[in-house]
C-alpha cells in the first residue's frame, strides 16, 4: 500500500496524478512513482525514493507528457523503501501496474514465473502480478481480458491499476479488500484509493465492490462483477467542500486539526438523533432488539470504543465489549443473544475493521453499525445502520479530531440506546447540557496551549514517559501515550493508576515524566494516592487536573488546571490537552509531526 491515482483523458495527465498524490500524502508513505504512455505510444517511468516533491523535481528535470497514467505513493510491506521496490512496476516496455495490499501467495508465483524464465529486479509482491498479466497477454486477448485471467489466482488483498502500452487509450482496475473508487470527469474518468485525491478533478464518484473490475477510457467505463457479469454501479455526487489541504496561518496539519475541533464536534452533534430513523431506516426498530454491544476497531478508534463501553454500561445499562479487530477473528469468540456490532473506522476502509465485520455474524447479532468519517465508505456499505462523524479531511498520520468526534458520535449512540432501553433520566447524566457546552469546554482547552507548550521542554530529552488515569480516563491516558509515541518517537505506556503498584512503579524514577489526567470524580482521592506512590520514589508529574481537585504545583509537580466540566464531556476535553502535549513534545523535537515515521494514515492491508 499506500495510494493509487490513475486518468485516462483528452489531455496531458501527469499534472492530474501528481496532485492526487500530493493529497494521498496525509497517509503516510516512503517512495512515489508514475507510469504514463506518451504520444508515441512509449511507457514512460518515473519513480523516487522519499517524498512526491522528489518525484515532481525529477519530472521539473525530465518532464513527461501522456493521456493515460498511473500513479502510487508505497508505504513498504515487501522489500526495503529504495527505488527499485517503488511503485509502478513494469514487465518488459509494455505493461506497468500499482498495487495497494498485500498478496499473500506471493513466494509461490514468484517461484513459478521464474521457473518459466521471468526475472525479477525488486523484493515485492507486488512485482508478480505484473509478470503474471504480461504472461497472459502473450496468449493473446487484451489487457481487461488478461487481468480478468490473474485475479482469480491472488489471494489476499489488492487495489491494481494497470496500463499497457498496446492499448494506450485505455487503463483497467481491479479491488479485492483493499479501496478504490473512479471518478467521473468530462471526457476524462479516473481512479483513486480515496475521492481526496480526484476532487480538484471531479465531484461524481463510482465506489467498486469487493472482487469488482473496471476498464477506464476517455469519458466512460464499464464494470463487472467477481463473476464477471456486467455491473451499474451507482454514481454518487459529494459537494465540494472548504479544502482540507490548506494549512492557512498554522505550521502543521494536526496542529490545524486540534484547532479545529469545536467545529467538527458541533457539525457532528447537529444530528437528530433521537429521531426514530437516525441513524438509517429502523433505526429504533433494530436498536430496540440490542441487548448487548460488541465494539470493534483499531489504534484510536480501539480506545474510543474502550470510552465507550464506560458509557454504555453505565447508562444504558447493556453488557459491552470491546476488541482490537485485527484480533478479533482469529479467536472463538462468543457473541451474546441480541448483540449490536459497531465498528469504529475512521477511512471506513480499514482492513481489520472491515474483515472483523465480515466475520462478526450468526443469528445472535441483531444488526451492525458503522461508526465513520466516510460516507460510502466499505464498512458503511456493509452495514446496517451508520453514524457520520463530521471531521472533515484528516490529513496529519495521529488522528486527534477523528478520536473526538467518534467520542461525540459514540455519546450519542449512548443516549439513544439509553433512551429506548428507558434509562433517560434515571440513571443517565444530562447528556443534553454536555452536548451543548462541549465545543466551549474545547475551546477553553485550546486557549491554554502556550501553558502546555511550556511542558515541552521537560520530555524533549527524556526517552520514555508513563500515562495514568483512572476508570472511563483509562482509556483517555492511552490515546495520550499513543499521541506521544507516534509522533515525538518517545516511548510511552499508560497504565490505570491503581496497577502501579503491580508493576510500573519499578520504572519509576527521575528521568521518567509521568502524566496523570485527574477529573474531580468519584476515583480523585484514589488518584491522589498513587500519584504520592509516584511522588514517593522521585518521579516527575505532569497532572492535568479539574480546577476543583485540589491539585497545586510543587516541587516535582507540575499542575495545569482544567476546566470544570461535565463528565460527559470530560474525556474529550482532557484528550484534546494531551493532543497538544504530543504536538508541542514533537515540535520541540524536530521530528516529523504530520508525516511520522513508519505509519500510514489508511491502513489497508492486516
Not at 476488541?323 to 443473544?337: D, F, I
Not at 477529573?519 to 487536573?545: I, M, Y
Not at 474525556?571 to 505509519?599: C, E, F, M, W
Request: glycine content about 10%.
Amino acid at each position: 500500500m499506500c495510494g493509487i491515482v490513475a486518468a485516462v483523458g483528452q489531455r496531458d495527465v501527469p499534472e492530474i496524478l501528481l496532485e492526487g498524490l500530493r493529497r494521498l500524502e496525509y497517509r503516510g508513505y516512503d517512495s512515489a512513482g508514475l507510469a504514463v504512455i506518451d504520444g508515441a505510444g512509449q511507457l514512460r517511468v518515473c519513480k523516487r525514493q522519499g517524498k512526491v516533491a522528489a518525484l515532481e523535481s525529477a519530472l521539473d528535470s525530465g518532464p513527461i507528457a501522456g493521456r493515460t497514467g498511473i500513479a502510487h505513493t508505497r508505504w513498504a510491506t515487501h522489500g526495503a523503501p529504495s527505488e527499485i521496490n517503488a511503485h509502478p512496476h513494469t514487465s518488459g516496455d509494455r505493461i506497468a501496474l500499482v498495487h495497494n495490499g498485500i498478496i499473500e501467495n506471493h513466494q509461490e508465483l514468484r517461484d513459478e514465473l521464474e521457473a518459466s524464465g521471468v526475472v525479477f529486479s525488486s523484493e515485492t509482491d507486488t512485482e508478480v502480478v505484473v509478470h503474471l498479466i504480461a504472461a497472459a497477454l502473450a496468449e493473446g486477448g487484451g489487457l481487461f481480458e488478461a487481468l480478468q485471467q490473474v485475479v482469480p489466482r491472488l489471494q489476499g488483498a489488492y487495489a491494481l491499476a494497470v496500463v499497457d502500452a498496446e492499448a494506450p487509450d485505455r487503463l483497467v482496475v481491479a479491488r479485492e479488500g483493499s479501496p478504490l473508487v473512479l471518478g467521473v470527469g468530462v471526457a476524462e474518468t479516473y481512479a483513486g484509493s480515496d475521492t481526496l485525491a480526484l476532487r480538484p478533478v471531479t465531484d461524481r464518484f463510482v465506489y467498486l465492490e469487493e472482487g469488482d473490475m473496471a476498464e477506464l477510457v476517455a469519458g466512460s467505463y464499464r464494470i463487472v462483477d467477481r463473476s464477471g457479469e456486467p455491473v451499474l454501479r451507482p454514481v454518487t455526487r459529494i459537494e465540494t467542500t472548504q479544502d482540507s489541504g490548506d494549512l492557512g496561518d498554522y505550521e502543521h496539519y494536526m496542529l490545524k486539526e486540534i484547532h479545529e475541533q469545536p467545529k467538527c464536534l458541533d457539525d457532528t452533534l447537529a444530528m437528530d438523533w433521537r429521531g426514530a430513523d437516525c441513524f438509517g431506516e429502523q433505526t429504533d426498530a433494530l436498536l430496540g432488539k440490542v441487548a448487548a454491544v460488541q465494539i470493534i476497531a483499531c489504534g484510536t478508534s480501539y480506545h474510543a470504543g474502550l470510552v465507550a463501553r464506560h458509557w454504555i454500561e453505565a447508562e444504558a445499562g447493556l453488557p459491552c465489549q470491546v476488541e482490537v479487530a485485527s484480533e478479533y477473528r482469529y479467536r472463538r469468540s462468543v457473541t451474546l443473544p441480541g448483540t449490536l456490532i459497531v465498528c469504529i473506522s475512521q477511512s471506513g476502509e480499514t482492513a481489520d475493521t472491515l474483515a472483523a465485520l465480515k466475520h462478526a455474524g450468526g443469528d445472535n447479532v441483531v444488526a451492525r453499525l458503522a461508526l465513520c468519517n466516510v460516507d460510502h465508505s466499505a464498512i458503511v456499505r456493509a452495514s446496517d445502520l451508520a453514524i457520520l462523524t463530521r471531521a472533515g479531511a484528516e490529513i496529519g498520520v495521529a488522528s486527534t479530531k477523528a478520536f473526538t468526534t467518534q467520542l461525540a458520535a459514540l455519546m450519542l449512540l449512548t443516549g439513544k440506546l439509553a433512551g429506548i432501553k428507558g434509562r433517560r433520566g434515571v440513571d443517565a447524566l444530562d447528556l443534553d447540557t454536555a452536548l451543548a457546552g462541549l465545543s466551549r469546554d474545547v475551546s477553553s482547552v485550546l486557549a491554554m496551549e502556550t501553558a502546555i507548550r511550556g511542558w515541552a521542554r521537560h520530555f524533549v530529552n527524556r526517552h520514555h514517559a508513563l500515562f495514568l488515569g483512572r476508570g472511563i480516563f483509562n482509556p483517555v491516558a492511552m490515546e495520550g501515550a499513543l499521541k506521544l509515541k507516534e509522533i515525538s518517537y518517545i516511548h510511552a505506556e499508560a497504565y490505570p493508576a491503581g496497577e502501579l503498584k503491580h508493576g510500573p512503579l519499578a520504572l519509576v524514577d527521575a528521568d521518567m515524566p509521568v502524566v496523570a489526567v485527574a477529573p474531580n470524580d468519584q476515583l480523585l482521592e484514589k488518584l491522589r494516592s498513587n500519584l504520592e506512590e509516584v511522588k514517593a520514589r522521585g518521579g516527575e508529574l505532569f497532572v492535568f487536573a479539574d480546577t476543583e481537585a485540589g491539585f497545586e504545583s510543587e516541587e516535582g509537580t507540575h499542575v495545569l488546571s482544567m476546566p470544570h466540566c461535565s463528565p460527559w464531556s470530560a474525556p474529550i476535553v482532557y484528550s484534546v490537552a494531551l493532543q497538544l502535549l504530543a504536538y508541542h513534545v514533537a515540535l520541540a523535537k524536530g521530528t516529523d509531526v504530520d508525516k511520522p515515521r513508519n505509519l500510514a494514515k489508511s491502513v489497508t492491508v492486516e
